[in-house]
Nanobody
Framework: QVQLVESGGGLVQAGGSLRLSCAAS????????MGWFRQAPGKERERVAA????????YYAPSVKGRFTISADSAKSLVYLQMTNLQPDDTAVYYC???????????????WGQGTQVTVSS
């Protein structure tokens, strides 16, 4: 089991930057791989980025590649999403999620945080 809590969302102007944080806890947390998803009203949920705790394997959605960076601090059990050059289309609720223990970044994500709102104004 793993518990996830997101923070760092807010309002930012187009072209600005924001960093989201995800605090992970649970006795098997080190065996889970982590991801960030987002969902805007009327749109399907989209996987934005994912990483294992060592950072040896990462994934980025084409829509954010080159602008967003995912990183993980295993000592603090924190996962970050650094977002730069934000655009209005990035407006969404952003969720931290994890796979089951021992599963890869490309497996299903079974554990979810409550989400944090990111709003980008034009």
């Amino acid at each position: 089991q793993v518990q996830l809590v997101e923070s760092g969302g807010g309002l930012v102007q187009a072209g600005g930057s924001l960093r989201l944080s995800c605090a992970a806890s649970g006795r098997t947390v080190s065996r889970h791989t982590m991801g960030w998803f987002r969902q805007a009203p009327g749109k399907e949920r989209e996987r934005v980025a994912a990483t294992n705790w060592s950072g040896t394997t990462t994934y980025y959605a084409p829509s954010v590649k080159g602008r967003f960076t995912i990183s993980a601090d295993s000592a603090k059990s924190l996962v970050y999403l650094q977002m730069t050059n934000l655009q209005p289309d990035d407006t969404a609720v952003y969720y931290c999620a994890s796979t089951r223990a021992g599963h890869s970044l490309f497996s299903t994500y079974d554990y979810w945080g409550q989400g944090t709102q990111v709003t980008v104004s034009s």
